[in-house]
Each structure stands twice: as structure tokens, then as C-alpha cells.
């Protein structure tokens, strides 16, 4: 977009089926130096207390974009820890970690997603990881979750069956 010079205005407009416009305010970039850019950007508005989902979202996609995914997460983490039931948030801040290759906290970010979000597709990348990190009890206890759960597959069944049979051999 091009910058034209003039007055900033917003108006918020609430709800879909039945809108509600809020007043119209002004932005005043008067007391702004000539050489700032007189935008309101994710960043100013992060700054400035608006920790909306939106804004976080925004803000951390720019980071990961800039390739800064640790600052990308912190926004994420400081977000979730002010909306800690917010699923979308942590799904996105797990995608971070595990692109950035943060295996840990990878796994304790899903791990907490599974606790709001009982789904099984989060349980078998859980089990998946636990076998990369050598955690033989969490993996079987996750197979074990979702044997019970009635979303187990073949290989699920095989891989707990080869592991309960490895620590009670006859």
C-alpha cells in the first residue's frame, strides 16, 4: 500500500449478524518525529497492551517470516499464558517449535494441547516423538490411551504389543 498523508481514523465494527460500529477515533501521529513511519504496525500495537489473538498471530507470523521464530514463540507464550485455554494459539506455537526444531518443548506444548483437546491425532504424534526421545513409559502409556480410546491402528497395536513384550520377556 502506498502511504497518503492525512488523518488515521478507525472504526471498529462488533458482531456479524447484527453490527454495532463503535465510535470513530482518531490516531494522531503529530507528536511522531519526521522520520518514523506513521503506521500502527502489529508490533506498536502488541506494545501498546492489544494482546488479541489476532495480533499475536499476526505478529508471530511476521517473526517466523523474518526467520525469528524464537521471538515468534515468545509472543505466543505470552499470549497463552493470559488466555492458557486458547487452543489455536498453543496448535500454532507447537508448529513453531517443532519447525524450529525444539523437540522438548515441542512435546510439552502438545502435551498441554491434549489435556484442552482430547483429540487422538494429537496422541499419535505424541507417541511418535516419545519414541524419538526414548521415552518408552510415555509411549506406552500414550499407545495405551489410544488402544483405549478405540483409534488405534495395526501398527499402534504392533509397536505396543513389541514394547510390553520387550519389558516382561518369558
Given amino acids: 500500500e502506498e502511504y497518503i498523508e492525512g ?5 471498529a465494527v ?3 449478524k447484527n453490527p454495532i460500529a463503535l465510535p ?9 518525529p519526521d522520520t518514523s513511519h506513521k503506521i500502527v504496525s502489529f508490533q506498536a500495537k502488541w506494545e501498546n497492551g492489544n494482546r488479541t489473538r489476532e495480533v499475536a498471530n499476526a505478529l508471530a ?10 521471538r515468534a514463540a515468545d509472543i505466543l507464550v505470552e499470549f497463552i499464558s493470559a488466555n492458557p485455554a486458547d487452543t489455536q494459539a498453543l496448535a500454532r506455537l507447537a508448529e513453531i517449535f517443532r519447525d524450529d526444531q525444539q523437540r522438548n518443548r ?19 504424534a505424541l507417541q511418535k516423538l516419545y519414541e524419538l526421545a526414548g521415552r518408552e513409559d510415555d509411549q506406552i502409556r500414550t499407545l495405551e490411551t ?18 510390553l513384550s520387550s519389558r516382561n520377556p518369558k
Fill in 61 to 70: 507470523e511476521l517473526h517466523v517470516r523474518e526467520g525469528n521464530p524464537t
Fill in 146 to 163: 489410544i488402544v483405549h480410546a478405540g483409534a488405534a491402528e495395526l501398527p499402534d497395536m504392533v509397536t505396543l504389543a513389541d514394547l
Fill in 24 to 32: 470513530i477515533s482518531e490516531i494522531d501521529f503529530s507528536q511522531m
Fill in 106 to 124: 515441542y512435546i510439552a506444548t502438545l502435551e498441554r494441547l491434549y489435556e484442552l483437546k482430547k483429540d487422538t491425532g494429537i496422541l499419535h
Fill in 14 to 16: 462488533l458482531g456479524s
Fill in 7 to 11: 488523518r488515521e481514523l478507525n472504526i
